[in-house]
């Protein structure tokens, strides 16, 4: 957790010290970058901030061609670099690995030295970015001209390294606005969102300390206590990340540069399809914007958005984490996400048919809106239900997933 | 003031100023709180730093925590006994009723005034040693005890385990000037690359190394920990430990010291003999030359040395009293007799080095009994007894020879 380093700390009082003292938006500009620039190096290492230095080299001029085969080869280049970076150990030993052991080893063998100790700092992120801003500008939209937004487009400190993921044309406006003039109201508004996200950070660390502490003894627990566990899962990781992208947008907000939400109380949700409005918002959009609607999305028949649906989940959970439990979570999402747009589709055709033969059935004297309420609460806690199963496999692998799953309905296996 | 965030509508209803000024207050009263915090004494009935008030359940005693603790028990006059060190020394395996560090108050008698800085898990030169050194510096009769194990004694100056205390003190200007500390301190800051010092080095209880002390260095400024280190012992706690977890929120205080004593002498050792046996083989401190007499071995010994002249500061080593302590009996009696031999002399040389060190040291545990053991490492209540009594002698002559008290007439 980068923001509650002692260094941050330091580098946080000292930048918004010199970012608000300074008046002139140019000068706010190469601030704003240089602390960017100072950040990036200093958690990411030489090493890290080797490969955003050559994929933003890359995509600004192949986005400033404005061609398309640019383009398309700079998304190609940025989603090889994740893969390389992030996936190689995961596709050698756990894919290739699994149908042929021998080969994958040895392929590893060759190419794991090249690997560096960890991924680079938010590749995830950046590559993401990136071929968001290729797409878009392959597509025909204008292309960020000016180095230095591009610059602070790639690198922006706050957001770079957990989100939100950014969207150039809604980036670029708002870092004008920031560096122009930063109202007050802003940041006051900012330490607020600050002070937010580390409420909950610091409870989401308790609860890690919680669940860590009784995850690996789970059969041995009494079943309202699986049950607390189980449900400290899912608020841990909602508190966790949520206050993280609090504390970022709240972080952006000082500087005047407003970031869209992240997290739209995602555990209100009645449906999976209203979840994944409100969870990892700049994520699940850009799923639906790069992956969904490109690969066909919904208009070539329902099998097709199914099987399209399923893919972006994949790309989804894979994109969190290379192993088969993040892949498994994705297509497990995907099927929720299938089946309950399904149902919902189903009701709404039925909706007004079953609406009207309960109100003249016996259980009218409740009233439609006593049974939409009780419906609404049963939605509410399959979904909550459904998502919260889903964290068992987000977290664990498969097997002891499933194993949590059944201690949590039987006293013993 | 600017526009209201379509989102947050509460926005409408701020007023930046009056929030500007209530976080800069905030931390302000914060940090002086904690300067307040650092010069009391919350920790008057402690008398050691037992499980549930030690960085084990998250709780990190201050410098100035422990000095507050030390110059409330101390009347003047009184010579203060500092005991550091690890389990060994804080008498873990000890019910608190028999603790080695009691009996060795009364062997001691009412001029001296033992407390038990011992913390588990902590090397020859953490914790008790900073404190003991600090507290020099204010009150003029200061002997420090500790242990190591036969030719082992830690590396970094800084510490193992515990590095957030030592640089609690020197960030805080409480340690005593070493020109030869510093400059293993700057040394070992060039070894290590900035991305090992980042990452590595990183302990149980404290996380990356290049945080602990950047963390310290701000604390000197903030005294954040102080703070936190009262409320949490005085009022309530805040942070979700395992061994707390039934009452997560309890403050400290409210929890007494857990040590129970040892297990039946049946259930002490573990199966595997073999590797509690290596557990107890010494470092290489000394090999046999042609003629087969024991000589240091150079590298072993010269890194041993430069340990206790960088681990120790040179203005306390001759308040120092090292007790080289072996592991237990019932282990070693299994070594073969070169082995056992081995050992011997490696606790004779260890106690030499210590001495040309400047400090007073003295072997023990050599004839204790099954039963002085609780385990491999440490002592019961009886093998306490002894410790306390093989230790007041040397603590009474170093006394003397400091001039604490006056030489005894022949």
Not at chain 1, 103 to 128: E, N, Q, R, T
Not at chain 1, 299 to 322: D, P
Not at chain 2, 32 to 57: D, M
Not at chain 2, 319 to 347: A, K, N, W
């Amino acid at each position: 957790m980068l923001f509650l380093t002692p260094w941050f700390f330091v580098f946080a009082c000292a930048a918004f010290s010199v970012y608000w003292v300074v008046p002139q938006r140019m000068a706010r500009l190469f601030i704003l970058l240089a602390l960017c620039i100072v950040f990036h190096a200093h958690f990411a290492g030489p090493a890290g901030v080797l490969p955003i230095v050559v994929l933003a080299v890359v995509t600004y001029a192949a986005g400033l061609s404005r061609h398309k085969t640019a383009c398309a080869a700079g998304i190609g280049l940025c989603v090889a670099s994740l893969v390389f970076y992030k996936y190689t150990r995961f596709l050698c030993l756990s894919v290739l690995g699994t149908v042929w052991p021998h080969g994958g080893y040895d392929l590893f063998k060759h190419v794991g030295p090249l690997l560096p100790l960890a991924p680079p700092l938010a590749i995830s992120f950046f590559v993401f970015e990136f071929v968001h801003y290729l797409y878009d500008v392959g597509q025909g939209e204008a292309p960020i001209k000016n180095p230095l937004h591009f610059a602070l487009f790639s690198v922006f400190w706050p957001s770079i390294v957990a989100g939100p993921v950014k969207r150039y044309g809604q980036f670029l406006p708002a870092l004008e606005e920031g560096i122009r003039r930063v109202h007050k109201r802003d940041v006051a508004v900012g330490l607020i969102l600050l002070a937010v996200g580390l409420v909950k950070k610091f409870a989401a660390d308790n609860l890690t300390a919680y669940v860590s502490c009784y995850d690996k003894h789970f059969a041995a627990l009494g079943m309202s206590e699986r049950w607390m566990v189980f449900a400290a899962i899912g608020l841990r990781i909602l508190w966790d990340f949520s206050g993280y992208s609090d504390m970022a947008i709240g972080f952006a907000l000082m500087l005047g540069i407003r970031l869209p939400a992240n997290f739209n109380w995602p555990y209100v949700a009645v449906s999976i399809t209203e979840f994944w409005r409100r969870w990892h918002i700049s994520l699940s959009t850009w799923i639906r914007d790069y992956v969904y609607i490109p690969i066909g999305g919904s208009r070539q028949g329902a099998v097709r958005k199914i099987f399209n649906g399923l893919l972006a989940f994949t790309i989804c959970g894979l994109w969190h984490g290379a192993a088969w439990n993040f892949l498994f979570w994705g297509v497990y999402h995907g099927v929720g996400l299938a089946v309950s747009s399904s149902y919902q589709r189903l009701a709404g055709r039925a909706g007004p048919a079953l609406a009207a033969r309960l109100g003249g059935s016996a259980l009218a004297p409740w009233g439609l809106a006593t049974w939409l309420a009780v419906y609404r609460v049963a939605t509410w806690a399959l979904t909550m239900l459904f998502v919260h199963v889903g964290w068992l496999f987000f977290f664990y692998p498969v097997p002891t997933a499933v194993r949590m799953l059944r201690l949590l309905l039987t006293k013993r296996l | 003031m600017g526009p209201v965030p379509s989102n947050r509508k509460w926005a409408r209803w701020l007023v930046p100023n009056a929030l500007f000024v209530g976080v800069a207050a905030g931390f302000a009263t914060c940090c002086i709180a904690g300067v307040v915090a650092s010069h009391q004494n919350p920790l008057r009935k402690v008398e050691r730093f037992h499980l549930f008030i030690c960085p084990e359940t998250l709780y990190y005693p201050t410098v100035n925590q422990l000095c507050e603790l030390a110059q409330g028990r101390l009347t003047t006059g009184k010579i203060a006994v500092i005991i550091g060190g690890n389990s060994r020394m804080h008498g873990t395996c000890q019910p608190l009723a028999r603790v080695w560090t009691r009996q060795l108050q009364a062997l001691l008698g009412d001029q001296f005034e033992v407390l038990n800085f011992g913390f588990r898990g902590a090397y020859s030169a953490e914790i008790g040693a900073i404190a003991a050194e600090t507290l020099s510096r204010r009150y003029p009769k200061v002997i420090f005890v500790t242990d190591c194990a036969p030719g082992d004694v830690e590396s970094h100056p800084d510490g193992v385990r515990f590095r957030y205390f030592f640089w609690d003190a020197y960030f805080k200007h409480l340690l005593y000037p070493d020109a030869e500390r510093e400059l293993r301190l700057r040394e070992e800051s060039r070894e290590v690359p900035v991305e090992e010092q980042r990452q590595g080095r990183s302990s149980l209880f404290e996380g990356y190394y290049e945080d602990v002390k950047q963390r310290m260095r701000l604390d000197s400024v903030c005294y954040f920990t102080d703070l936190w280190n009262t409320i949490g012992y005085r009022r309530f706690f805040t942070v979700w430990t395992g061994t707390t977890a039934d009452r997560p929120v309890w403050p400290r205080r409210k929890y007494h010291d857990p040590d129970s004593g040892p297990r039946p002498l049946s259930m002490r050792y573990p199966e595997d003999r073999e590797e509690l046996l290596a557990r107890v083989r010494p470092p290489r401190l000394c090999l046999k030359d042609e003629r087969g007499c024991w000589v240091k071995n150079p590298p072993v010994s010269q890194t041993y040395e430069r340990a206790l002249r960088t681990c120790f500061a040179a203005s306390m080593r001759p308040r120092t009293v090292m007790v080289v302590l072996r592991q237990s009996s019932y282990l070693s009696q299994q070594l073969s007799r070169e082995d056992q031999e081995f050992l011997g002399e490696v606790c004779r040389l260890t106690v030499r080095m210590c001495e040309e060190a400047g400090m007073t040291a003295l072997e023990a545990g050599a004839d204790y009994a099954f039963d002085d053991y609780a385990d491999i490492l440490h002592l019961t209540g009886s093998g306490g007894a002894k410790l306390a009594a093989d230790v007041a002698p040397k603590v009474k002559e170093l006394a003397r020879r400091l001039g604490y008290m006056e030489r005894e007439s022949p």
